[in-house]
C-alpha cells in the first residue's frame, strides 16, 4: 500500500526557516514524481515544489521561488523541502503528492493542475510572530 507521510511542520517566526520531510512506503520513491503543495484556510491548493523522478527537473511556484528547496533522497526514501525566509503568507498545511509521470508530459505542469495520486495527510506550518 502506496503511503505519503509528511512531518517537520510547526510555528516559526516570520524570516525563520523549516524543513519538511515527505517518508514513502509501500513504493519506491525513485520511481515517481513528488510534489509539495499547500493550502490555507479559505484558498484554493497550491502547488509549492515538484521534482521529477527522471532528470531532477523541479518546479516552482514563483511565491516560493528562490526561498524553497526541494530535494529527495532515493535512499532513505524520502523528498525534503527545505523553507527560508518564511512569511505570515506561507501559512498552510502543506502536503505531499506522488505519481508517475504520464508520457509526454512534464512536472511542471502536474505541479501547476495537482496531477498527483497519492497525497500524504498534511502537516500544518504557521508563521507568527
Known amino acids: 500500500q502506496l503511503q505519503l507521510v509528511e512531518s517537520g511542520g510547526g510555528l516559526v517566526q516570520p524570516g525563520g526557516s523549516l524543513s519538511l520531510a515527505c517518508a514513502a512506503s509501500?513504493?519506491?520513491?525513485?520511481?515517481?514524481?513528488i510534489g509539495w503543495f499547500r493550502q490555507a484556510p479559505g484558498k484554493e491548493r497550491e502547488g509549492v515544489s515538484c521534482?521529477?523522478?527522471?532528470?531532477?527537473?523541479?518546479y516552482y511556484a514563483p511565491s516560493v521561488k528562490g526561498r524553497f528547496t526541494i530535494s529527495r533522497d532515493n535512499a532513505k526514501n524520502t523528498v525534503y523541502l527545505q523553507m527560508n525566509s518564511l512569511t505570515p503568507e506561507d501559512t498552510a498545511v502543506y502536503y505531499c503528492?506522488?505519481?508517475?509521470?504520464?508520457?509526454?508530459?512534464?512536472?511542471?505542469?502536474?505541479?501547476?493542475?495537482?496531477?498527483?495520486?497519492?497525497w500524504g495527510q498534511g502537516t500544518q506550518v504557521t508563521v507568527s510572530s
Open positions: 509501500g513504493f519506491t520513491l525513485d520511481h515517481y514524481a
Open positions: 521534482i521529477s523522478n527522471t532528470d531532477g527537473t523541479t
Open positions: 503528492a506522488a505519481d508517475i509521470v504520464p508520457p509526454y508530459t512534464i512536472v511542471q505542469a502536474m505541479c501547476v493542475l495537482g496531477s498527483f495520486g497519492s
